[in-house]
């Protein structure tokens, strides 16, 4: 055969191939069996295999595997603008007013679309191929996250080739995860003791700013397409021109976008979707009503953050009634007891609910929460439910009032109630629930990192007496782990090796890792800040505690009796004499005055690539500025790294500058 037989022949099997693919993953009209697909892609990678100099990018061979160039941030075509909220049909009205007000004696055509929660993207496709793809950032800048949507099959790689083609096009979509999906990722994360993601947002924000694009392309991604953003070389005059538009050349759009003619019918789309969006297998936070012609959004224009002709209409949070069968009391690292509500199973935005935190005994008390109560559950977005209110109305006589018992329930010590009665303590240190605690919290993410050292070995490892204490993991053996449940040697040397590695996580992470109550993973950086090593902390006075810009008495206290236990210095020392870091070399002030560090506020999200966050810090408090645990008005910067939380919502929601890993090193060495 000849060269350009067979270049015609892998051009023919990828034109076949992206048909097929849209209709399986856009159209969700599949014409073919995964068999059969299977077999075309088998073809092309046969033929490409065999002819490498005819691999194109935009293959459909080519999804996975290309090279992440997460913390590049780079500009949108047009600002991505967020939208204002509003909750009731009245701001409804007083939207249209403004609208009829900025443009008087004219028509309006409204248009209402899902409100999708996931993470908003942009894709620029230049002729016809994609090119690039980057998240919202801080609306002008985001972050180039190109091979990881690839890997998203319901992002076309090439578009369906149309007669007016724009040469650029740039368009904006939502990346979700489906709810039963969400699910799914969440059970095998708890399986590998990993945290399970909140909300379908946060695990689509997480999937979609990850290093290695295969993790990508293992998650359950998808996209719905809700608007063009810029487009070279054609005319149009209105939104709805635009869906339909971005449908001929192949992307996924949502079926549920209606055009209206009048305020009342836009109330009527959101009152029947308050309901109606329990039948849709993905989670909605409201909707988007938006003016249809585009020299109207013109004439109309933005404010600073939003634009004046489009508003969402949020959903009230999702609410359900069910019964508490029995309140069961947890016992929490620093002694804490909790009492959780096990309730009748029922479904609540898709999740079948079977527990609910009472928080303390005050709030069972507030409440008026019995045994028995029949209650309103509600989940505004969140994957944990709350309790909302209690139909006393509906009590039998049979409902029994529950108090936190005067014994751990655990150990059988008696409990300790604090002076405003807010928390129950079981106050013996030994405690084999405040220890397993205990031990999970010094080997979690933000402290000691200790991979693979999850609640179910930690049980064992309890269990079977190997672990008095968190200084016990610094003498485990290999051979101690084979002995585990479940427990290959493969696992057992990770693990090892795990524990081993966590010599080298920043004394502040250690100091948090000790888990004292008040000693958050931002208390403990001010601290090591100040003190520089836990000796010189544990050698403190109240008043130099004190004396701390951010510490009060109750951190200072709770400080002070910590380190004055002789059980806790023996301990101290052991962990100290396993090689764990205990002191970090002093920081002098060397920024600039005119450095962009000086004085602002810094909060930081996900793991960084180049350093940890505590480095990260210290580098920002050398340059004079500050760090934060919490996004808010105040903050100057949010700096994300990979798999961000919901800090990084929180900054979008505020407007906060989002600084990618690769701009803050950058500012960090200019
Ligand atoms: S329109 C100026 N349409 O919601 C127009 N946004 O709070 C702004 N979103 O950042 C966007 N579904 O990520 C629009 N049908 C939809 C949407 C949608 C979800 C997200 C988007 C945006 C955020 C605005």
Not at 479 to 505: F, H, V
């Amino acid at each position: 055969m000849t060269n350009d037989s067979i270049q015609n022949q892998v051009e023919a099997l990828r034109e076949q191939i992206c048909y097929h693919e849209r209709k399986y993953f856009i159209d969700d009209q599949p014409e073919i069996s995964d068999r059969e697909y299977d077999q075309l892609m088998k073809e092309l990678e046969r033929l490409e295999a065999a002819h490498p100099e005819f691999i194109t990018l935009d293959s459909p061979t080519q999804r996975v595997g290309g090279e992440t160039t997460l913390g590049t941030s780079v500009p949108h075509r047009g600002q991505m603008l967020s939208l204002d909220n509003t909750y009731s049909p009245e701001e409804l009205y007083d939207f249209d007013q403004r609208v009829r007000k900025a443009l008087p004696d004219q028509p309006i055509a409204y248009v209402t679309e899902l409100k999708i929660d996931g993470l908003g993207v942009a894709l620029l496709y230049e002729e016809g191929r994609l090119v690039r793809g980057a998240t919202r950032g801080d609306g002008e800048y985001g972050e180039d996250v190109t091979a990881n949507l690839r890997t998203l099959r319901a992002i076309p790689l090439r578009l369906t080739r149309i007669q007016l083609m724009p040469t650029v096009l740039e368009v904006r979509g939502e990346v979700f995860i489906p709810r039963d999906r969400l699910d799914e990722v969440n059970r095998q994360r708890i399986a590998e003791d990993q945290a399970p993601f909140a909300n379908a947002r946060n695990a689509a924000a997480g999937s979609v700013r990850l290093l290695d694009s295969s993790i990508t392309a293992s998650r359950p991604l998808d996209i719905f397409i809700y608007s063009l953003g810029y487009a070279e070389g054609i005319e149009i005059p209105r939104h709805t021109d635009a869906l339909t538009l971005l449908a001929d050349l192949g992307f996924k759009m949502n079926p549920h976008t209606e055009p209206h003619s009048s305020i009342e019918e836009v109330i009527a789309y959101c009152h029947r979707w308050t309901t109606d969006r329990e039948t849709i297998p993905y989670d909605t936070d409201g909707i988007v009503v938006k003016v249809d012609s585009l020299q109207q959004q013109e004439i109309l224009g933005t404010t600073a953050k939003s634009p004046r002709w489009a508003i969402a209409c949020k959903f009230p949070a999702h609410q359900v009634k069910t019964q508490i069968e029995a309140i069961e009391v947890q016992v929490g690292r620093t002694g804490v007891l909790t009492p959780v509500a096990i309730l009748s199973p029922v479904q609540l935005a898709g999740a079948t609910i079977t527990h609910a935190t009472l928080h303390n005994e005050q709030e069972l008390i507030r409440k008026d929460v019995h045994v028995g109560d029949t209650v309103f559950l509600e989940r505004s977005g969140d994957v944990i439910p709350k309790i909302t209110a209690v139909l006393t109305d509906q009590r039998k006589g049979t409902e029994k009032v529950f108090r936190l018992p005067d014994h751990c329930p655990v150990c059988e010590t008696p409990v300790q109630r604090s002076e405003d009665q807010a928390a129950v303590r079981c106050v013996n240190v030994a405690c084999s629930a405040q220890l397993k605690r205990r031990i999970e919290h010094f080997a979690s993410r933000n402290a000691l990192n200790i991979d693979g050292l999850g609640p179910a070995i930690v049980e064992q490892l309890v269990r079977v007496g190997l672990l008095g204490d968190v200084a016990d993991l610094y003498a485990l053996k290999q051979e101690d782990l084979t002995s585990l449940e479940r427990m290959g040697e493969k696992s057992a040397e990770n693990l090892i090796n795990a524990i081993k590695g966590s010599r080298d996580i920043p004394v502040a992470k250690v100091l948090f890792g000790l888990g004292i109550p008040h000693v958050g993973a931002n208390v403990a950086e001010l601290l090591i800040d100040h003190f520089s090593s836990i000796d010189n902390l544990a050698d403190a006075t109240i008043e130099d505690i004190e004396s701390i810009h951010g510490i009060g008495p109750q951190i200072a206290k709770s400080l002070l009796h910590f380190f004055s236990q002789p059980r806790v210095q023996e301990f101290l020392k052991r962990l100290k004499d396993a090689g764990l870091q205990w002191a970090t070399e002093s920081s002098e002030f060397t920024g600039t005055s005119d450095s962009i560090f000086v004085d602002k506020t810094f909060v930081l999200t996900g793991s960084l690539s180049t350093m940890t966050r505590s480095e990260a810090s210290e580098k920002i408090k050398e340059r004079g500025g500050k760090v934060s645990s919490s996004v808010s008005q105040k903050t100057d910067y949010l700096i994300a790294g990979e798999s961000p939380g919901s800090k990084y919502d929180r900054a979008i929601q505020l407007d906060v500058p989002i600084l990618t890993e690769q701009e803050f090193t950058q500012k960090l060495s200019s």
